[in-house]
């Protein structure tokens, strides 16, 4: 894999900012954005000192589990969460200011 494109992948990885990374590398913001760019080729210290401030990635999540292995939601006892649209248009319970039910209406007919 490129170099570049790993600093970026394990930047990203870590929610680390451009910004972070130089500071911790000791370099400047434009001159660390041109390396991770590919604009600008690195010296042998600054490599040194961008792998210093990176974290390695984390491990890749594995297929490997067989189909009866796999767990689900109700596997694991969480309840499965209401997509956006089921929360959003939910049915409202109708409340009447009146108290007494339709059918105990009291109607006045002379």
């Known amino acids: 894999m490129d170099q570049k494109l790993d600093w970026k992948l ?5 929610c680390i900012r451009q910004q972070d990374v130089a500071r911790r590398a000791g370099l400047t913001l434009a001159r660390y ?11 042998a210290e600054e490599r040194r000192s961008i ?3 990176l ?12 189909p009866s ?12 969460s209401p997509s956006r649209g089921e929360r959003l248009f939910r049915p409202f319970r109708m409340v009447s200011n009146d108290k ?7 109607t006045d007919e002379t």
């Open 10 to 14: 394990r930047r990203v990885a870590a």
């Open 100 to 106: 007494q039910p339709p059918e105990e209406r009291i």
């Open 51 to 53: 792998e210093a401030a």
């Open 33 to 43: 954005g041109g390396i991770e760019r590919g604009e600008i080729e690195p010296r």
């Open 69 to 80: 292995e796999r767990t689900s939601a109700s596997d694991t006892g969480l309840k499965k």
């Open 55 to 66: 974290p390695p990635l984390p491990p890749l999540p594995t297929t490997d589990a067989q």
